[in-house]
């Protein structure tokens, strides 16, 4: 009985305190940030733990578009599922060829994610962009993005991640979205 004592206080405790811990997942997302390398946006695997990013891993383009498609193994995508293809993003991810699979790297809502931010590519992306002032975006196009991040993430360069990072990139392929993004409506 005497050795059961500190037993049964350690259950008691345990109980009557519990604590509810929840499990890292990891995800594809972005930051509309330049990168240190000249990049005009960020591609990453988030760690997020409660919808808050703990933890991120910078990626290149390839890797990322490999990896979202499913034909190179990723912590983000255990499934190997085509993410592109789940969330209707038209040319991106795998493709047919006469060589077999492959992946089709001109994936245009990845690289024009900088177009959210400026209004032209300052000599390191070809074209004009769609955000209303030169180096970022006015509040009404602020106020649109923030519809695609978690409510606590308030500033505009993000994190973007998961679901909603793949819905803003279906929803750049849509002429009326990027019109409306652009110039109101």
Not at 48 to 61: H, I
Not at 64 to 85: K, T
Request: proline share 5%.
């Amino acid at each position: 009985m005497r050795n059961r004592l500190p037993l049964l206080l350690l259950v008691s405790v345990l109980c009557w305190c519990p604590e509810v811990r929840s499990q890292s997942r990891h995800v594809f997302g972005f930051s509309l940030n330049p990168t240190a390398q000249g990049g005009l946006y960020a591609l990453f695997i988030y760690t997020v733990v409660d919808g808050q990013v703990v933890g991120s891993t910078p990626m290149r383009l390839h890797p990322f578009i490999l990896q979202a498609s499913g034909l190179e193994e990723s912590r983000a995508n255990l499934e190997a599922l085509d993410l592109f293809a789940e969330f209707e993003i038209k040319d991106c991810g795998p493709m047919a060829s006469t060589q077999g699979l492959m992946a089709n790297f001109d994936c245009s809502p990845l690289l024009d994610l900088w177009k959210l931010r400026y209004q032209d590519g300052m000599g390191i992306q070809p074209g004009l962009g769609w955000a209303a002032e030169l180096y970022c975006f006015s509040e009404r196009q602020q106020i649109i993005l923030q519809h695609y991040r978690e409510a606590h993430y308030t500033h505009w360069h993000g994190p973007y991640f998961g679901t909603d990072a793949f819905r803003l990139l279906r929803d750049m392929q849509d002429p009326a979205w990027v019109d409306s993004y652009r110039h109101g409506g």
